[in-house]
């Protein structure tokens, strides 16, 4: 194997050995006027792992030992690698996966450490990781010809960036469509101090299973793009086998155990290429405290809906005894929705109350944009912002291209902004899809709350959204449906 691929320090002016108080830079970026938290205060210090020594790197996963960066330093290995996937007893098929699992393992870490990720490479093609949602230093942002380039087959790189903010994220190869081949895990920073109380915690990783290579319309070449029902008139989502909670289909629906009075933590999370989901869960309500992993005022609904790349922390109070299910229904199209058993202490294993049975038509109360209140607000921007975005999203109808402004990327002008502006982007949804929206390398205030990724509706859906250019580098900025971002839907925000 060749050696190690090292993130090359673009933007680091750390000094070896130097120690910092994590909790106080969280704590400065939360000062009261500050509209969001400081992600150039968090990344000031990122140690860029320096040039290639030519020493050998390795690591076992999940080791963790002492940093001269950000107190103890998490090691993980990721191998990219060809494997085999059972889905459900029976139901088994070739595809490309992180350690040989799927999803691949979830990496998890105390909030303060220096997380180490070496990812080797043995797919038969380049390529990367991207950790997404967290606001590292831009070397490290794991995005092809805009931050890196792509680790070649045989080849390795390490990722090396500080565990905050705390929070639930995932990550994802960012390569083309290697996302819909399965590589891809949750990726969990537990927080020093949380803000809601629970007992105990399950992560919920929604997926669409596309068995087969994925193409999109562009390629001249359908495969398994021609002849699909579409949803909204999609022609470029692909039909699907299944959708899938924990990597496993309805049929063999996995069960998370509870006890009568605990408080259950759900960590929901989107990373289907091209599903956005309904989540529900019969006889209880969903109380959710974390958005895209930043606390909000706890608000109870029926029901969460998530585009691709959004995630939700939600509270069950287990107050119904018995067995009930979790339901993951497609809001594109009518698949067959995935599903999980949650199975109180002492209960008959037979089958979930409601499994099987899903609603023809929701009518329980839905999450709203509008309902979540970031609890990081801090006081108002007195001044408006600095820079302005109007950007229209379009495409789809008689062509196979999604364009931003009628550009298709990466054929496509930069979004150019200087550190310390506050920056507005508004967005207009021409289309007749729903597009989920995605900056790398910030939070932004979208309504009253902190998020990296949100949904422009519909129909002339209108979001717009402030951030502050405090990390500087060249950011990605693309719709979270796959093929729409590898069709065209992406920018590069540029600072200079």
Known sequence: MNRP?????????????????????????????AAFPSIGALLSFVGCAGKDTGTSVSGPQDETSASPLAGPKHNV????????????????????????????????????????????????????????????????????????????????????????????????SH?????????????????????????????????????????????????????????????SRPEYSALLI??????????????????????????ASA???????????????HTDGRPVVPVTVDAVTLGMGERYDVIVEADNPGSWVLTAASLDGTPEPAEA?????????????????????????????????????GEAVAAGPDRYFNLVLSG??????????????????????SEGERVRVTMQNMSVIDHPMHLHGHFFRVGNALKDTVVVPTHMGRVVFDFTADNPGDWFFHCHNLYHMEMGMARVFRYV
């Open 5 to 33: 691929l090292i993130g090359m320090d673009r933007t680091c002016n750390t000094r070896p050995g130097t120690q910092y108080d994590r909790r106080e830079i969280v704590r400065a970026g939360l000062a009261a006027g």
């Open 77 to 172: 290995s990721l191998v990219a690698e060809v494997g085999e996937v059972e889905v459900a007893p029976g139901h088994v098929y070739r595809t490309w996966l992180y350690n040989g699992q799927f999803p691949g393992p979830e990496i998890r870490v105390r909030e303060g450490e220096l997380l180490s990720v070496v990812l080797e490479n043995r797919l038969p093609e380049g390529t990367t990781v991207h950790w997404h949602g967290v606001p590292v230093a831009n070397p490290m942002d794991g995005v092809p010809f805009v931050t890196q380039d792509p680790v070649p087959p045989g080849n390795s790189f390490v990722y090396e960036f500080p565990a905050t903010p705390a929070g639930t994220y995932f990550y994802h």
């Open 175 to 235: 390569m083309g469509l290697q996302l819909d081949r399965g590589v891809l895990g949750p990726l969990v920073i537990e927080e020093t101090t949380p803000h809601v109380s629970y007992d105990r915690e399950y992560t919920v990783l929604l997926d669409d299973l596309l068995e087969g290579d994925p193409t999109t319309a562009s390629d001249g070449v359908h495969g398994d793009m021609h002849g699909r029902r579409g949803g909204m008139g999609d022609p």
């Open 246 to 271: 924990n990597g496993r289909t309805r049929a063999d629906a996995p069960t998370f155990e509870v006890r009568r009075s605990e408080r259950v933590r759900l960590r929901l999370i989107n990373a």
């Open 275 to 289: 599903t956005a989901f309904r989540v529900t869960l019969t006889g209880h309500e969903l109380t959710v405290t």
């Open 341 to 377: 058993a949650l199975r109180y202490a002492g209960t008959s294993p037979s089958p979930a109350r409601g499994l099987g049975h899903p609603p023809t038509q929701w009518q329980g109360r839905t999450l709203r944009l509008s309902d979540l209140i970031s609890i990081e607000s």
């Open 396 to 417: 789809g109808m008689m062509t196979s291209a999604w364009t931003i402004n009628g550009q298709v990327y990466p054929d496509a002008d930069p979004l150019v902004v």
